[in-house]
């Protein structure tokens, strides 16, 4: 996985790169307002057991082709595992975070830590489509199903898209109350955007984005300076960066680290 967009979150990297192959497709430029990329996950576990896929989630809803039908997968707050067997393949939309609300036509909060058909947004055409794609994935053919169903632009969810930039992008800023006030909100009001648009709380898309970051490190360096590590990314100490990631992850970042 050599891109970094797509690599950031999967948990020990290095061995699902033995197994996956993972490929990043571009939208076409109207449907680029809404959807940050395509992704395409192919697997051949022929001579290997079965594979548990495990990815700390980034706060965005993903319309995933898939078998045996499409379906809309909103932000998994805990630890996303799919489990793999034999060989097969994938297709997802990755919408920017805040952009699928004008598609959902409710708070995408409802949506959280759930999968729901994809006909339940965008028609029966859904399951045809999820067919065709995956016959023959491509940009083109998801391109050619999601052209003719773009909402109009909300520029409400492009704002709330900038502020989760914000936050994935310094993976120090650990306060929402700093966060507040730095856009010239209010902590209320912040919480209502993302519970409408992302699907998560700014406080856990704070904390994941210190995850991701954790955990990027950890799968690179098995002699991490958690000491260190925890002050850079804003944590009182090394033991509230321990429980964190051990609640996230499921074992110490030390152990995580060891077993790269």
């Not at 959280?112 to 859904?126: H, I, K, L, Q, T």
């Not at 944590?235 to 509230?240: E, G, I, M, N, P």
Request: hydrophobic share 45%.
């Amino acid at each position: 996985m050599e891109d970094p967009d797509l690599g950031r979150g999967v948990l020990h990297p290095a061995r699902a790169a033995e197994l996956i192959s993972v490929e990043r497709l571009a939208p076409a430029p109207a449907v680029a307002r809404f959807v940050e990329f395509y992704w395409l996950v192919r697997w051949d576990l022929a001579g290997h057991p079965p594979y548990d896929s495990k990815v700390l989630a980034h706060p965005n809803v993903h319309l995933v082709f898939e078998a045996p039908r499409a379906r809309v997968y909103g932000v998994d707050r805990a630890l996303f595992v799919r489990r793999l067997e034999g060989a097969g393949h994938v297709f997802g939309v990755k919408f920017r975070p805040g952009a699928f609300r004008p598609f959902a036509g409710h708070p995408v909060g409802e949506l959280a830590d759930r999968s729901v058909p994809a006909a339940d947004y965008f028609g029966p055409e859904a399951d045809e489509a999820n067919a065709e794609i995956l016959d023959g994935p491509s940009a083109a053919r998801a391109d050619a199903f999601l052209l003719p169903r773009l909402p109009a632009p909300d520029p409400v969810a492009e704002e709330v898209a900038a502020m989760v930039e914000r936050i994935t992008g310094s993976p120090d800023l650990c306060r929402v109350d700093d966060l507040a006030r730095e856009l010239g909100l209010t902590v209320r009001r912040l919480q209502r955007l993302f519970a409408e648009y992302v699907g998560a709380s700014p406080k856990w898309v704070l904390r994941r984005a210190r995850l991701h970051e954790a955990a990027e490190r950890a799968s690179k360096d098995g002699e991490l300076d958690l000491a260190a590590l925890a002050v850079e990314l804003g944590y009182a100490d090394q033991a509230h960066l321990t429980r964190d990631f051990t609640a996230a992850v499921g074992i110490s970042p030390s152990r995580y680290a060891s077993s790269r």
